[in-house]
C-alpha cells in the first residue's frame, strides 16, 4: 500500500511516499516557521502528486502552528482521496531514527523544542522499540539531570549542551521517509494534535465554541 507521509512538527518540512520499507519519492527541507507555504508544493511535486492509498501525518508533540498545517493538509487530502488518515508522535519517530543509528543502543532519549525556554523529553528502549515511560515538559536542567548520562536526540538538545558540553548530545530533526522504520503500533494515533503542554492559542473548537 502507497502511503503519503506528512511532518511538520519541528523545523523540518518533509514528506514521502513510502511502500513498507521502500521510500518512492521524498522532499525534506529546514524553513522554520514556513511549513504552510511549503507543505503543499511539496507534496504537488511527488509522483501523481502525492496520491496515496492512505496518508500518515506527525501529530506532535512539536510546533503549535507546524502541527496544525501537517494535520489540516492531511485531514484535507485524506476527505479529497477517500483515503484513511493516520497519526504518529514525532517523539517515536525521532527514536526509531535514532536506534536506526545507532545499532545495538539499548535506550536512548529524545529531546524536542519545547518553548517557553523548556523541552520536550520522552525515554525509548530498542529493541523493539518502546516508550520507556511518557513524554513530559521540562526545564533543560531537569531534562539532563533525568539523562543522568543517556544519550539524547532531536531538536532540542542545544539547551542540554549549553548546560553540559560533554553530554551525549545529536541534533536530529524528523524526516517523513524514515516513517518507514516505525511499527504499525506507533502509527495507529488519531489525527488530532499531541500537545506536550497547553497551547497558547487555540481553535474555536479547541475552545469548546463551536
Same mark, same amino acid.
Given at each position: 500500500? %502507497? ?16 511502500? @513498507? &520499507? ?23 511535486? $511527488? ?14 508533540? @512539536? &510546533? ?25 508522535? &514525532? ?6 531514527? @535514532?536506534?536506526?543509528?545507532? /545499532? ?9 523544542? @519545547? ?5 520536550f523529553m520522552q525515554a525509548f528502549t530498542a529493541p523493539p522499540l518502546a516508550e520507556n515511560g511518557p513524554f513530559a515538559s521540562r526545564a533543560p536542567a531537569a531534562a539532563l539531570a533525568i539523562l543522568d548520562g543517556l544519550p539524547a536526540i532531536g531538536s532540542g538538545i542545544r539547551h542540554l549542551a549549553a548546560l553540559d558540553a560533554a553530554a551525549?548530545?545529536?541534533? $536530529?530533526? /524528523? %524526516? ?5 522504520? $516505525?511499527?504499525? &503500533?506507533?502509527?495507529?494515533? /488519531?489525527? %488530532? ?13 479547541? %475552545?469548546?465554541?463551536?
Amino acid at each position: 500500500m %502507497r502511503t503519503l507521509v506528512i511532518e511538520t512538527a519541528t523545523a523540518a518540512c518533509s514528506v514521502a511516499l513510502i511502500e @513498507g &520499507s521502500l521510500v518512492l519519492a521524498q522532499g525534506h527541507e529546514v524553513v522554520g516557521r514556513g511549513h504552510a507555504e511549503r507543505l503543499v508544493p511539496m507534496i504537488a511535486a $511527488l509522483p501523481g502528486q502525492g496520491r496515496a492509498d492512505a496518508i500518515l501525518v506527525d501529530c506532535g508533540p @512539536g &510546533s503549535f502552528t507546524g502541527i496544525r498545517v501537517g494535520l489540516a493538509a492531511a485531514i484535507g487530502l485524506g476527505i479529497g482521496w477517500g483515503v484513511e488518515v493516520r497519526g504518529y508522535a &514525532s517523539l517515536a519517530l525521532l527514536a526509531a531514527m @535514532g536506534f536506526a543509528a545507532r /545499532p545495538g543502543a539499548p535506550a536512548l532519549a529524545v529531546v524536542l523544542e @519545547g518553548g517557553h525556554g523548556e523541552v520536550f523529553m520522552q525515554a525509548f528502549t530498542a529493541p523493539p522499540l518502546a516508550e520507556n515511560g511518557p513524554f513530559a515538559s521540562r526545564a533543560p536542567a531537569a531534562a539532563l539531570a533525568i539523562l543522568d548520562g543517556l544519550p539524547a536526540i532531536g531538536s532540542g538538545i542545544r539547551h542540554l549542551a549549553a548546560l553540559d558540553a560533554a553530554a551525549d548530545l545529536t541534533e $536530529l530533526l /524528523p %524526516r517523513a521517509a524514515d516513517a518507514r522504520l $516505525l511499527p504499525a &503500533s506507533f502509527t495507529a494515533l /488519531p489525527p %488530532r494534535p499531541v500537545y506536550g503542554r497547553a497551547p497558547d492559542a487555540k481553535t474555536l473548537a479547541e %475552545r469548546g465554541l463551536a
